[in-house]
C-alpha cells in the first residue's frame, strides 16, 4: 500500500487537483480541496479475493457499482489486495499461466470507483497512463494524433476550408433540429422490453450482475467486421452482438416466465409478454474525440445519443426456414443474414453520429444537474434516454502493454454506472491489441451476467465464421 500511496500522490494527485476535492457542501455546483486528507481515507487494502469462493470479486466490482460514494466526503475510492498469480479470477487462466512462465509469481488487483463528477473514462485514462512507467510515450501518441488532426486542416485549401465550416453550420443548425425531432419520435414509439418483466419479478431492486471478458485481437475483429461490411467499424460489430445477446436474455426471460403466469391463469401467456423487433440503445461519445486536449483539466466531457437497432429477427417469425435463434439454415443464408444485420446496424449507429445530438445531452444534462431540482433533474434524466435498453460505450485504451514500478499491467478493464432507467451497461475496450468487454447489469433483467457474456461471444463466433465463409466465396 505504501508503494502505491506513493505512486499516486507523485504522479495523479500532486498533478490533478481533481483527485484532491470533494464537492461542497454549501453549494454542489463547487468543488473544495481536501490536501490534508490522509490517504487512508482513499484508498485500503483488503484480503485478496479467492477464485474458489468464484463470486468473492464479482462482489467487491458489483458493491462498488451499487453502493453510494459520498461526494461531499470524497470523489474516488480504492482497494488494494495482492495474492497468487490468477487466484482471484481477474484474469483468465491462459493470460495467468502465460505470466507464470515469464517469472511472475503474484499478482496485485485494484478496484477504483471514480465518481463521473471527477472524470469521464478518457480522463481517467490520462490518469492511470501518468501511473504507469511508459507516460511520455503514451503522451507522444496522443500529442500525434493532436498534430495529426491539426496537419489535416493546415493542408485544406480555402475554398475546402469554406465547404467545411458551411458543413459545419448546416450539422448543427439542421442536425439539432433532426436530432430533437428523432429523440422525441424515439421516446414516443418505443419501449424497453425489460420493464415488462422487471415489473412482475421477485429479485429486488439495486441488485448487480457482473461479468467481465477478452474477445480477440483488435486486428481480428477489425478484419472479421470489415469482411462482412466494408463500412462498418469495431462498435458497429461490438453494438450488433450485445443487441443479439439481449435478444437471447428477452427469449430466456419470456420462456422462464410464462409458466409462472400460466400458473396463476390470469392472462394470455403467450400474450403478455412482448419482445419488439427494434430497441433504442445508448452509445455515448466523448466531445473532443477521444483525447483530453493541452490545457484541459480532467472532467466529464461525455455526451450521447440514441439510435434505434434491430434485434436478429422479429417475435414469431421464427417459423420456417429458421432455427430458434431466427439465423436462416444454411450455411450461405446465415452468412448472408449476418452481413445484412452488421450492415443494418451500421447504418443505425451512422445515423445517430450524423448530428450533434451528443453535445445537445451533454448541455441537457449539465443544466439540468446545475441548476434543476433534484427530483426534476433525476425526471429529466430518466426519459432523456428513450427507453434505451443499454447503454454501450467504446473505450480506446493504451496501444501497448504498460508497468506500473516495473510491474505489468496484464489486464484494464471499466464498467459503465447504469444510468437511471437503463438496465444494461457495456463497455468494451482496448488495451495492448486485446479487445475485452465488462457487462454491469441490473440483476432483475440480466440474472446471470455470465450467461449474457457467453452469448456475446457466441454471436462474435457466427460473425468469424461467417466471414471465413464470405472470404472462401470470393
Same mark, same amino acid.
Given at each position: 500500500?505504501?508503494?502505491?500511496?506513493?505512486?499516486?500522490?507523485?504522479?495523479?494527485? *500532486?498533478?490533478?487537483?481533481?483527485?484532491?476535492?470533494?464537492?461542497?457542501? *454549501?453549494?454542489?455546483?463547487?468543488?473544495?480541496?481536501?490536501?490534508?486528507?490522509?490517504?487512508?481515507?482513499?484508498?485500503?487494502?483488503?484480503?485478496?479475493?479467492? =477464485?474458489?469462493?468464484?463470486?468473492?470479486?464479482?462482489?467487491?466490482?458489483?458493491?462498488?457499482?451499487?453502493?453510494?460514494?459520498?461526494?461531499?466526503?470524497?470523489?474516488?475510492?480504492?482497494?488494494?489486495?495482492?495474492?497468487?498469480?490468477?487466484?482471484?479470477?481477474?484474469?483468465?487462466?491462459?493470460?495467468?499461466?502465460?505470466?507464470?512462465?515469464?517469472?511472475?509469481?503474484?499478482?496485485? &488487483?485494484?478496484?477504483?470507483?471514480?465518481?463521473?463528477? =471527477?472524470?469521464?473514462?478518457?480522463?481517467?485514462?490520462?490518469?492511470?497512463?501518468?501511473?504507469?512507467?511508459?507516460? *511520455?510515450?503514451?503522451?507522444?501518441?496522443?500529442?500525434?494524433?493532436?498534430?495529426?488532426?491539426?496537419?489535416?486542416?493546415?493542408?485544406?485549401?480555402?475554398?475546402?476550408?469554406?465547404?467545411?465550416?458551411?458543413?459545419?453550420?448546416?450539422?448543427?443548425?439542421?442536425?439539432?433540429?433532426?436530432?430533437?425531432?428523432?429523440?422525441?419520435?424515439?421516446?414516443?414509439?418505443?419501449?424497453?422490453?425489460?420493464?415488462?418483466?422487471?415489473?412482475?419479478?421477485? &429479485?429486488?431492486? !439495486?441488485?448487480?450482475?457482473?461479468?467481465?471478458?477478452?474477445?480477440? /485481437?483488435?486486428?481480428?475483429?477489425?478484419?472479421?467486421? $470489415?469482411?462482412?461490411? $466494408?463500412?462498418?467499424?469495431?462498435?458497429?460489430?461490438?453494438?450488433?452482438?450485445?443487441?443479439?445477446?439481449?435478444?437471447?436474455?428477452?427469449?430466456?426471460?419470456?420462456?422462464?416466465? /410464462?409458466?409462472?403466469?400460466?400458473?396463476?391463469?390470469?392472462?394470455?401467456?403467450?400474450?403478455?409478454?412482448?419482445?419488439?423487433?427494434?430497441?433504442?440503445?445508448?452509445?455515448?461519445?466523448?466531445?473532443?474525440? !477521444?483525447? =483530453?486536449?493541452?490545457?484541459?483539466?480532467?472532467?466529464?466531457?461525455? !455526451?450521447?445519443?440514441?439510435?434505434?437497432?434491430?434485434?436478429?429477427?422479429?417475435?414469431?417469425?421464427?417459423? $420456417?426456414?429458421?432455427?430458434?435463434?431466427?439465423?436462416?439454415?444454411?450455411?450461405?443464408?446465415?452468412?448472408? /443474414?449476418?452481413?445484412?444485420?452488421?450492415?443494418?446496424?451500421?447504418?443505425?449507429?451512422?445515423? !445517430?453520429?450524423?448530428?450533434?445530438?451528443?453535445?445537445?445531452?451533454?448541455?441537457?444534462?449539465?443544466?439540468?444537474?446545475?441548476?434543476?431540482?433534484?427530483?426534476?433533474?433525476?425526471?429529466?434524466?430518466?426519459?432523456?434516454?428513450?427507453?434505451?435498453?443499454?447503454?454501450?460505450?467504446?473505450?480506446?485504451?493504451?496501444?501497448?502493454?504498460?508497468?506500473?514500478?516495473?510491474?505489468?499491467?496484464?489486464?484494464?478493464?471499466?464498467?459503465?454506472? =447504469?444510468?437511471?432507467?437503463?438496465?444494461?451497461?457495456?463497455?468494451?475496450?482496448?488495451?495492448?491489441?486485446?479487445?475485452?468487454? /465488462?457487462?454491469?447489469?441490473?440483476?432483475?433483467?440480466?440474472?446471470?451476467?455470465?450467461?449474457?457474456?457467453?452469448?456475446?461471444?457466441?454471436?462474435?463466433?457466427?460473425?468469424?465464421?461467417?466471414?471465413?465463409?464470405?472470404?472462401?466465396?470470393?
Amino acid at each position: 500500500m505504501k508503494e502505491f500511496e506513493d505512486l499516486w500522490r507523485r504522479k495523479v494527485m *500532486d498533478r490533478h487537483e481533481r483527485f484532491r476535492c470533494h464537492v461542497s457542501e *454549501d453549494d454542489d455546483n463547487y468543488f473544495e480541496i481536501a490536501d490534508k486528507k490522509s490517504f487512508e481515507e482513499y484508498a485500503s487494502e483488503v484480503i485478496h479475493p479467492c =477464485l474458489a469462493k468464484s463470486n468473492e470479486l464479482h462482489n467487491r466490482v458489483e458493491y462498488f457499482l451499487s453502493s453510494h460514494l459520498n461526494v461531499n466526503h470524497k470523489l474516488w475510492e480504492a482497494t488494494l489486495s495482492t495474492g497468487p498469480i490468477g487466484s482471484s479470477g481477474a484474469i483468465e487462466a491462459a493470460k495467468a499461466n502465460k505470466l507464470r512462465s515469464a517469472g511472475h509469481d503474484t499478482e496485485t &488487483v485494484a478496484l477504483f470507483r471514480i465518481h463521473h463528477a =471527477l472524470a469521464d473514462g478518457v480522463s481517467m485514462s490520462v490518469a492511470l497512463g501518468d501511473v504507469a512507467d511508459e507516460s *511520455d510515450e503514451l503522451k507522444a501518441v496522443v500529442q500525434s494524433e493532436i498534430s495529426r488532426r491539426k496537419s489535416k486542416m493546415k493542408a485544406m485549401s480555402f475554398r475546402e476550408k469554406i465547404v467545411w465550416y458551411i458543413h459545419l453550420f448546416l450539422f448543427y443548425s439542421f442536425g439539432s433540429v433532426k436530432a430533437l425531432v428523432l429523440q422525441f419520435w424515439r421516446s414516443m414509439i418505443a419501449m424497453n422490453p425489460f420493464d415488462q418483466f422487471i415489473d412482475v419479478t421477485t &429479485v429486488p431492486p !439495486g441488485s448487480r450482475s457482473t461479468a467481465w471478458r477478452t474477445i480477440s /485481437t483488435v486486428n481480428e475483429v477489425k478484419q472479421v467486421t $470489415k469482411t462482412l461490411s $466494408k463500412k462498418s467499424t469495431l462498435n458497429d460489430a461490438f453494438v450488433m452482438c450485445v443487441t443479439a445477446a439481449i435478444h437471447r436474455q428477452l427469449q430466456e426471460l419470456k420462456s422462464e416466465a /410464462t409458466p409462472k403466469q400460466t400458473e396463476v391463469g390470469k392472462i394470455n401467456a403467450h400474450n403478455m409478454f412482448h419482445i419488439p423487433s427494434r430497441i433504442n440503445v445508448c452509445i455515448p461519445v466523448h466531445l473532443t474525440g !477521444g483525447v =483530453l486536449l493541452p490545457g484541459q483539466k480532467l472532467g466529464n466531457k461525455i !455526451g450521447a445519443f440514441v439510435t434505434s437497432v434491430p434485434l436478429p429477427v422479429r417475435e414469431g417469425k421464427e417459423g $420456417k426456414g429458421k432455427d430458434r435463434r431466427g439465423d436462416e439454415c444454411g450455411s450461405g443464408s446465415a452468412n448472408h /443474414t449476418i452481413g445484412k444485420r452488421l450492415k443494418q446496424v451500421s447504418a443505425s449507429l451512422r445515423e !445517430g453520429k450524423s448530428t450533434p445530438a451528443p453535445l445537445i445531452a451533454w448541455r441537457c444534462a449539465k443544466f439540468f444537474s446545475d441548476y434543476a431540482p433534484d427530483p426534476i433533474a433525476k425526471f429529466a434524466m430518466r426519459n432523456g434516454n428513450a427507453k434505451s435498453v443499454a447503454v454501450i460505450s467504446n473505450i480506446k485504451g493504451f496501444p501497448f502493454e504498460v508497468h506500473w514500478n516495473n510491474r505489468p499491467v496484464a489486464f484494464l478493464s471499466a464498467f459503465l454506472p =447504469l444510468p437511471p432507467g437503463i438496465p444494461i451497461g457495456v463497455c468494451v475496450q482496448t488495451y495492448a491489441g486485446e479487445v475485452s468487454f /465488462t457487462i454491469d447489469a441490473d440483476r432483475r433483467a440480466v440474472p446471470d451476467a455470465e450467461k449474457f457474456a457467453d452469448w456475446i461471444m457466441e454471436e462474435f463466433n457466427k460473425m468469424r465464421e461467417a466471414a471465413r465463409l464470405t472470404k472462401n466465396e470470393l
